[in-house]
């Protein structure tokens, strides 16, 4: 599996600098976790990563591949997905809809054999579906597959999301705040599947996350952000203990 390396990345919007020289290496097969008080420019970090917003200087690098001006279906095809802070759904859609809809990428082939469905077509439509059925397994979304998304709870529709991202089956998978909002059953759940994409996946995740005992409990490496700067990072230990961190969460004495 591939490293993403953020090199010296530089985000400015006018005159406003959101994120200036961070500095990441993404080990392949870790959950890490990039936490920062609100507007620190998490969220920033992750749409240059996926393609949302490009770099004003610096490089960010998956593997082999430069990432730093690439469109985001450029990205997704190379095995990165990402789930949303807030809900990108169909919501007049089932959730069977919705998570095939995530994998249209995968269906090449022409309007002529969409309409004669058969041979190719019949063949990647069933892979699809396969997958697809896969993925409402493992996040035990079985009761809520013919229903529409917009009448789900929000919980659920969080699940969605999450699940909406796995359709894409990435090796790198970015989650922005998937927890946001959900009561502690909810939360549970969620770490229980970020964990298992880990274990049984294989997959790389990078989580932001604002609940601290989450992220403390889970991570394997953790980077802080505050105004823009990465200001400490190293194992949930280093940065528990790591004075600039608590100084940015908890003030001066």
């Known amino acids: 599996m591939a490293h993403l390396i953020v090199s010296d990345v ?3 919007f006018g005159g406003l600098q959101a994120l200036t020289q961070v500095n990441l290496s993404i080990e392949p097969g870790f959950i890490t976790s990039i936490i920062g008080p609100n507007g620190a420019g998490k969220t920033s970090l992750l749409n240059c990563v996926s393609g949302f917003y490009h770099p004003t200087k610096g490089e960010i690098q998956y593997g082999q591949r430069n990432l730093t001006h690439a469109s985001p279906h450029q990205i ?3 095995g990165i997905a990402r789930a949303f802070q807030n809900l990108e759904l169909f919501r007049g859609l089932s959730v069977l809809d919705n998570l095939l809809l995530a994998r249209h990428q ?6 002529l054999h969409a309409i004669i469905y058969f041979g190719k077509t019949s063949r990647l439509e069933a892979e699809n579906r396969t997958y697809v059925e896969k993925v409402i397994n493992f996040m035990e ?7 529409m998304v917009g009448n789900l709870s929000y919980g659920v529709q969080k699940r969605v999301e999450v699940a909406r991202a796995l359709t894409l089956a990435p090796k790198l998978l970015l989650l922005d705040e998937p927890m946001a909002g959900m009561n502690i059953e909810e939360k549970e759940d969620i770490v229980r599947f970020i964990l298992d994409l880990k274990k049984e996946w294989g997959t ?3 989580l932001v996350e604002h609940d601290l005992g989450v992220v403390m409990d889970i991570s394997d490496q953790i980077y802080v952000l505050d105004f823009g700067e990465v200001i400490g990072s190293g194992t949930p230990n280093d940065v528990a203990s790591n004075p600039k961190v608590i100084e940015a969460y908890i003030g001066e004495e």
């Not at 995968?106 to 309007?111: F, R, T, V």
């Not at 979304?141 to 229903?147: A, G």
Request: charged share 20%; hydrophobic share 30%.
């Open 10 to 12: 530089t985000l400015t």
């Open 76 to 78: 997704s095809s190379m």
């Open 106 to 111: 995968n269906l090449q082939y022409s309007i």
């Open 141 to 147: 979304l079985e009761p809520y597959r013919k229903k």
């Open 204 to 206: 790389t995740v990078v």
